[in-house]
């Protein structure tokens, strides 16, 4: 059996992941690919429980890098329950972020260093990367005011400062460096039909190789 592809939505706050990706996700499936939808920090029970304790807001004295070990204990899990198990079974699997948003919110909106939550990740995940990553790309200004707009509830790192997600941005850009080779970039400040189609079209496109 075909192993199926490893394909994560990245980007800031506000870039419209969850939508775009669940929004392809299900376009697909009618179509009769064998794709799957999960998220980050979640995905499985386990994984949830420690999304919970990351993004409660009443959570104000965790320290930053306890923050980044909960999220890679998280990832770990998702990763070993249900990821892996999926890819092996031929399905396609569409994560709603992965290592990259640890890389930047946590290696540089935390100021941890990215090689050093980078390390983290790889005890994590041992080598298992995404084979492409679509990355939403939207300021960190036009992100905070689409949340700012468009959410009723606001978790912890949603409500963390205009500074914070700037780093968070500049962090992105930093991955990209890194990582172009599997980076497909796709402007997310336009009409949110747009970026679905053309993420869908993407995402398509890998499938039919």
Request: hydrophobic share 35%; proline share 2%; charged share 30%.
């Amino acid at each position: 059996m075909k192993r199926g592809l490893f394909i994560t939505f990245e980007g800031p706050d506000g870039s419209g992941k969850t939508t775009v990706s669940k929004a392809v996700t299900e376009r697909l499936q009618k179509e009769g690919y064998k794709v799957q939808y999960t998220r980050e920090p979640g995905g499985i029970g386990i994984a949830e429980q420690i999304r919970d304790v990351i993004l409660d807001p009443a959570n104000t004295a965790m320290d930053e890098r306890t923050e980044a070990l909960l999220y890679a204990a998280s990832r770990r899990q998702h990763l070993v329950e249900k990821i892996l198990p999926l890819l092996k079974d031929g399905i396609t699997v569409i994560s709603d972020r992965f290592i990259d948003s640890s890389l930047a919110y946590q290696g540089c909106g935390r100021q941890i260093g990215i090689d050093a939550v980078f390390a983290i990740n790889q005890f994590a995940v041992q080598g298992h990367m995404p084979e492409k990553t679509v990355y939403l790309d939207v300021d960190a200004e036009t992100g905070l005011e689409r949340i700012n707009k468009g959410r009723e509830y606001l978790d912890r790192l949603d409500q963390e400062s205009l500074e914070f997600h700037q780093r968070v941005f500049a962090g992105y850009k930093e991955v990209i460096r890194r990582y172009r080779d599997r980076m497909i970039i796709i402007d997310a400040s336009r009409d949110k039909d747009e970026v679905i189609e053309d993420a869908y079209r993407a995402v398509k496109g890998l499938l039919d190789e």
